[in-house]
């Protein structure tokens, strides 16, 4: 590309940018005008949480009076119910871009600014689907790096993590184990380790049962299923199997890292998602999410990857803030 092809290509993604016209999916992959890059309030509803983060600007810089979209506005946390609704015409559908975290996290694999891959796949009724996809898709990832970028990686291991490379052809050479959540928490308990955080079933696994349980699988890869369905967003699928009362949630853990991919079923039927929009108050906000349900739905599911802790995981670096150029993070936005 020449120079003059290149300026030409920054000109007119800077033209583009600002249209609210875009599909909500394009959206979700552009810095757009209210992003924390910009004086105006940030953009996008949210998907993997739910939540809306506000970027407050700072007091040396003009506000506009007037919202950009005449509605309020706010950064996006996921794509990924926008993927459902694309899924539903094109059975499978990904997206890669920036996702933004509110999460006042100052530790070594925490963002507020990361890149991820979110999938989701029409007619997937089962976990074992899409842990099979989720497993898949971290192989062939993987062999394609380490054959595409040979020195690179062969830097990292040499003089960022010495061992890495045999810990990951450990990872590679074995298939990924699976437990329940409900077997991680026995496990956990049993441990001779003490943990700064109690596990107890219905809380959330720390980054540290995380590591534990892929110590205690023989550091190897392993999916943990069937969370409470206290601890899960409103969409996950119900596996109406009380008293405990589970959905089919899923996170794979990996060596280093913990959580890397987070996923599950979405609910499809229409009175589940009704009534879990209702209790949670949200049946106004996500109404148009329920009428896709309500005019016709299939079975569905997908996931999420942070593409940052990916390459922690294969490269052995410690720290997330070395894998991303402009690390963002509470109390840091100097680029």
């Given at each position: 590309m020449t120079l003059r092809e290149l300026e030409n290509f920054f000109n007119l993604r800077q033209s583009l940018t600002p249209l609210p016209g875009w599909s909500a999916v394009a959206q979700?992959?552009?810095?757009?005008?209210?992003?924390?890059?910009?004086?105006?309030?940030?953009?996008?509803?949210?998907?993997?949480?739910?939540?809306?983060?506000?970027?407050?600007?700072?007091?040396?810089?003009?506000?506009?009076?007037?919202?950009?979209?005449?509605?309020?506005?706010?950064?996006?946390?996921?794509?990924?119910?926008?993927?459902?609704?694309?899924?539903?015409?094109?059975?499978?559908?990904?997206?890669?871009?920036?996702?933004?975290?509110?999460?006042?996290?100052?530790?070594?694999?925490?963002?507020?600014?990361?890149?991820?891959?979110?999938?989701?796949?029409?007619?997937?009724?089962?976990?074992?689907?899409?842990?099979?996809?989720?497993?898949?898709?971290?192989?062939?990832?993987?062999?394609?790096?380490?054959?595409?970028?040979?020195?690179?990686?062969?830097?990292?291991?040499?003089?960022?993590?010495?061992?890495q490379k045999d810990r990951l052809e450990h990872m590679l050479k074995n298939n990924f184990l699976i437990i329940s959540y409900t077997e991680a928490v026995e496990i956990l308990k049993q441990a001779s380790q003490n943990f700064t955080f109690t596990p107890e079933w219905g809380a959330d696994?720390?980054?540290?049962?995380?590591?534990?349980?892929?110590?205690?699988?023989?550091?190897?890869?392993?999916?943990?299923?069937?969370?409470?369905?206290a601890l899960k967003p409103f969409y996950m699928r119900d596996n109406e199997d009380g008293p405990q009362h589970t959905v089919a949630a899923v996170d794979l853990l990996v060596p280093g890292v913990g959580e890397l991919f987070g996923g599950g079923l979405r609910e499809e039927r229409y009175h589940f998602l009704e009534e879990r929009l209702a209790r949670s108050g949200l049946t106004e906000v996500y109404q148009w999410y329920l009428d896709l349900r309500r005019f016709g739905?299939?079975?569905?599911?997908?996931?999420?990857?942070?593409?940052?802790?990916?390459?922690?995981?294969?490269?052995?670096?410690?720290?997330?803030?070395?894998?991303?150029?402009?690390p963002r993070f509470p109390h840091s936005c100097l680029l």
């Open positions: 979700s992959c552009l810095h757009l005008p209210g992003s924390s890059d910009s004086p105006a309030s940030a953009s996008r509803v949210a998907g993997t949480t739910g939540a809306r983060h506000h970027a407050q600007p700072s007091g040396k810089l003009k506000v506009p009076e007037e919202n950009f979209f005449n509605v309020p506005a706010f950064l996006t946390v996921s794509g990924q119910l926008h993927l459902e609704v694309m899924s539903g015409a094109f059975t499978q559908v990904f997206t890669f871009g920036p996702t933004f975290r509110a999460e006042n996290s100052q530790s070594r694999r925490h963002l507020a600014e990361f890149y991820m891959i979110e999938a989701e796949i029409s007619f997937v009724d089962s976990l074992q689907d899409l842990m099979q996809v989720i497993e898949e898709l971290f192989r062939a990832t993987t062999m394609m790096v380490l054959s595409k970028c040979p020195e690179d990686v062969e830097l990292c291991h040499k003089f960022i993590a010495p061992g696994l720390r980054t540290e049962h995380e590591k534990y349980l892929v110590k205690h699988c023989g550091n190897i890869p392993v999916f943990v299923i069937n969370y409470p369905l739905s299939v079975p569905h599911g997908g996931f999420g990857m942070g593409f940052e802790r990916y390459l922690q995981c294969i490269l052995g670096v410690d720290n997330i803030k070395d894998v991303i150029p402009f």
